[in-house]
């Protein structure tokens, strides 16, 4: 009844455990896999003006959730500039602004993007009028009705009349009209501006987009010009050369219509240059970038809330955990016997300092030297507490001399020894010094033995790259560790060693 | 094929873990372990129920008591230091005589000086042996002269009989007899022999070294089954009354034979280990769960002594 009661117990624990891991995976997005990365692009907008030395203002469009990106960060590096942003429902402004300013002047605007996975929102706004059919020039205007009536007849909806239309002008073979139509080059700003004018033609409500094509290492970018076509429900994107619909996942959206990109008044006209590069960042780091970002409050309560050197500590201690688990294995399903309960745990986090090769060699040969001074101090017929004193002392003259050494050797790893938990070299020492004494080298061996296997198998568990990372983002899976050793806690059966033990009995007993 | 869990189950052996869930934590009130874990206090309390246990010749409690140690030695030629709070027989020194210079010795026969004796009881008193490691108290007692019953089957040493009581009924009995390899000491573990008991009769059946049967003492070569061992009766009836004394449903009980004194309670123990299954070559299992069922206990030990001869012989072995 006890059992089943903690069964439950351990039931519910692992399903709250799970839950918020699947909370947080599927919708937060913190990664599973320690090494999931994604892109995270930096772009960089420098603007340039000459200030004519009098109060100076710069009005330059900023992306507005861009479609498909999440934006991480963004920084505006304006030295002596006082700036404000402003959005309506298209765009994005940052307005910068001074007294005094002459000669060249140079504003920044940086952003972190990451592509988004889940699926944009609809670009509705705002709700166009049908435009009026304009007054073409002849012999243009003749030119453009001709195409006009042949796409018309060859499309069905407002997005296959948009495709049709920009197939036909981008045909590698044009024909005489389309020529004619084409003279302002495919692809530049005016033929943008012409290809609404046509679309206005057939009365469809066209605009202008600005996006910037992501590359990696540019450092001259400049915004290329889209057309977005509305169908009466929401605005639909165009590449106006290739003809293909919707933005691709490389083109951000740097802003919607056709004002100048740049306003600069009390100076020159200003200059805008594009840099853009790309880098791999983990998950987790994005997905905390982001829930800041979007003031998720699940985040804040992360340990990801923690300053760095904190959350470095924590990485750590969520893994004792594990460890404990570990020896509560050893102990009672396995029978291995162990200094103390959990001295193996320490001994284990003492093995994260040196690597466990080095460990292990620098934990025995520590061991054996100072369980042979020990001893002879045992000589000195000294009480308990100057004898530990004693030890520990020696403990730490023997580290400091091992990295002394080790230096002269050119061994950095006999460095890292000076962070070996020192205290707990002296108490090994100490203990088993007493059973060595007590029970004979026979047990302290096996005590030793048994201590030392139990610190690999711990540090090889707490040091686990995929453990760590699922710990310290999931935090909650701690409650799975404590189901488990809520479950073992009522584990009555025989412990691995103990069947060695009896195997006596079983052989009596089997005798014919 | 069976899996050797399969067979232990059948058999009935109990496990490290099943003891603890089972037996130790449901019957054992740790409010009751100071009774057992002090030796001082547990002596106290069987003198009262006139439970013979080796005279206590004095304790020390402080460091600087340790100066009235020569004093108070000197009376006696033969005596034992523990610790109070001592475990798994740790810690023990025993004196077996003085030398004609005046100085101690030990039971293996070397000298010791005073001031080894006083190292060790400081030892003692910082907390070396004791459970915790918490300070600790060192008691000096009679030296139990071993009774020539078990001279043949021992090397040096006392050997000292382990009964586990269970809700005060003594279900189990084995003697542990120093050997050379255990040093003198009566520790399974550092490779004493344990030889079971006949809860009836007070014979003994079947020894075990290191886990391994064994049918002569490995020192002395004399046959380890079939000796009496004296007063069983009486034993009994010691260990079923030491239930009164620290009310431990699952208890431990060591006792001594003295030449002169016959039996003598040594000292309880809260967590008896498993090996007296190995020397029994029989498992603890369906004798405690049948104990387990019992309604009414007795109140008078020796009615609680015969239960358990009750018990053992419906549980007899098979091929006993």
Redesign the interface.
């Known amino acids: 009844m006890k059992t089943s009661k903690i069964n439950i117990t351990a039931l519910v624990l692992i399903l709250i455990a799970l839950s918020a891991v699947y909370y947080k995976h599927e919708k937060l997005g913190l990664p599973l896999k320690p090494a999931e990365q994604s892109d995270v692009w930096t772009v960089e907008a420098k603007i340039q003006f000459k200030a004519n030395g009098g109060p100076a203002k710069a009005q330059f469009y900023i992306p507005r959730d861009p479609p498909g990106f999440i934006k991480l960060n963004e920084d505006f590096i304006s030295s002596n500039y006082g700036l404000a942003t402003e959005q309506n429902a298209l765009n994005r402004e940052a307005l910068w602004a001074v007294r005094r300013a002459k000669g060249k002047q140079v504003l920044y605007y940086r952003m972190e993007l990451t592509r988004d996975g889940s699926e944009s929102k609809p670009r509705t706004q705002p709700r166009p009028a049908y435009p009026p059919v304009p007054d073409y020039d002849e012999p243009l205007g003749a030119a453009i009705r001709a195409l006009l009536s042949d796409v018309r007849s060859h499309s069905a909806d407002i997005a296959t009349f948009t495709r049709e239309l920009l197939s036909r002008l981008n045909t590698p073979k044009p024909d005489q009209n389309i020529s004619l139509i084409n003279k302002a080059g495919q692809g530049s700003v005016e033929w943008v501006r012409q290809l609404i004018d046509i679309l206005a033609g057939a009365r469809i409500p066209a605009r202008i987009v600005y996006v910037l094509p992501l590359q990696d290492l540019v450092k001259h970018g400049t915004l290329v010009p889209w057309i977005e076509v509305h169908n009466d429900f929401e605005w639909v994107a165009f590449d106006p050369v290739s003809g293909r619909q919707g933005f691709r996942e490389d083109v951000l959206v740097w802003r919607t219509g056709d004002d100048p990109l740049i306003t600069v008044s009390g100076g020159e006209p200003g200059e805008v240059d594009f840099s853009i590069s790309r880098h791999a960042l983990s998950q987790v780091s994005i997905a905390e970038q982001w829930a800041r970002q979007t003031d998720s409050r699940l985040m804040d309560f992360s340990l990801f809330a923690l300053p760095v050197q904190t959350q470095n500590v924590y990485r750590i201690i969520l893994m004792v955990p594990l460890g404990a688990l570990v020896i509560v294995m050893l102990r ?1 399903l396995i ?1 291995l016997s162990t200094f103390g309960t959990f001295m193996p745990v320490l001994i284990a986090l003492a093995f994260r300092e040196t690597s466990l090769l080095w460990g292990v060699i620098m934990f025995t040969m520590l061991v054996v030297v100072g369980l042979a001074l020990r001893l002879y101090l045992e000589k000195l ?1 000294l ?3 100057p004898r530990l004193a004693a030890v520990l002392t020696i403990v730490i003259m023997m580290i400091a001399l091992f990295s002394i050494v080790s230096v002269q050797l050119d061994l950095e790893r006999g460095l890292s020894v000076a962070l070996f938990p020192v205290v707990i070299l002296a108490m090994t020492i100490e203990r088993m010094s ?1 059973v060595l004494e ?3 080298s026979q ?1 302290a061996f096996k005590l030793g033995t048994g201590s030392l296997i139990a610190a690999i198998i711990g540090y090889l568990v707490m040091t686990h790259e995929w453990l760590g990372h699922i710990i310290f983002v999931f935090p909650e899976t701690l409650l799975i560790v404590l189901a488990i050793t809520l479950i073992l806690g ?6 691995l060693l ?2 060695w ?6 052989k ?3 005798k014919p | 094929m069976k899996m050797p869990w399969t067979r232990l189950r059948e058999l009935g052996i109990v496990g490290m873990n099943q003891r603890n869930a089972e037996f130790i934590m449901p019957y054992n009130q740790r409010r009751y372990y100071p009774l057992v874990d002090n030796k001082i206090i547990t002596k106290q309390r069987a003198i009262e129920k006139n439970i013979p246990v080796p005279q206590l010749y004095g304790h020390i409690e402080l460091e600087h008591q340790a100066a009235h140690l020569p004093a108070l030695l000197s009376q006696y030629t033969e005596f034992v230091i523990k610790p109070a709070n001592g475990s798994g027989g740790n810690g023990i020194m025993v004196i077996a005589g003085k030398t004609a210079s005046g100085h101690f010795r030990k039971s293996n026969d070397s000298v010791v000086h005073i001031d080894e004796i006083k190292h060790h009881v400081s030892n003692i008193l910082s907390g070396m042996y004791s459970l915790g490691g918490e300070t600790d108290t060192a008691i000096i007692e009679y030296r139990v002269k071993f009774d020539p019953c078990f001279e043949n089957v021992s090397f040096k040493g006392v050997p000292d009989i382990r009964l586990i009581v269970f809700r005060g009924i003594p279900l189990f009995a084995m003697i542990r007899l120093p050997t050379r390899q255990s040093d003198g000491r009566a520790n399974l573990h550092q490779g004493a022999v344990g030889v079971g008991i006949d809860l009836g009769t007070g014979l003994t059946h079947h020894g075990v070294m290191q886990s391994r049967p064994i049918l002569e003492h490995p020192d002395t070569g004399f046959p380890l089954t079939g000796i009496q061992i004296p007063q069983w009766d009486r034993i009994l009836e010691m260990a079923a009354t030491c239930y009164e004394l620290a009310p431990l449903g699952y208890l431990g009980v060591d006792l001594v034979m003295d030449r002169e004194l016959g039996p003598m309670m040594l000292e309880l123990n809260a967590r008896p280990g498993l090996a007296i299954q190995i020397a029994n070559q029989q498992g603890l299992e369906p004798i405690l769960k049948y104990a387990q069922t019992l309604g009414t206990i007795p109140a008078s030990a020796k009615r609680r002594v015969k239960v358990g001869k009750l018990i053992r012989q419906k549980f007899a072995r098979e091929s006993a």
Not at chain 1, 501 to 506: E, Q
Request: aromatic share 10%.
């Open positions: 009672n029978g017929k009480l308990l507490v007493i007590e029970n004979g047990e009522r584990y009555t059966g025989y412990r103990e069947l033990r009896f195997r006596g009995l079983i009596e007993a089997d």
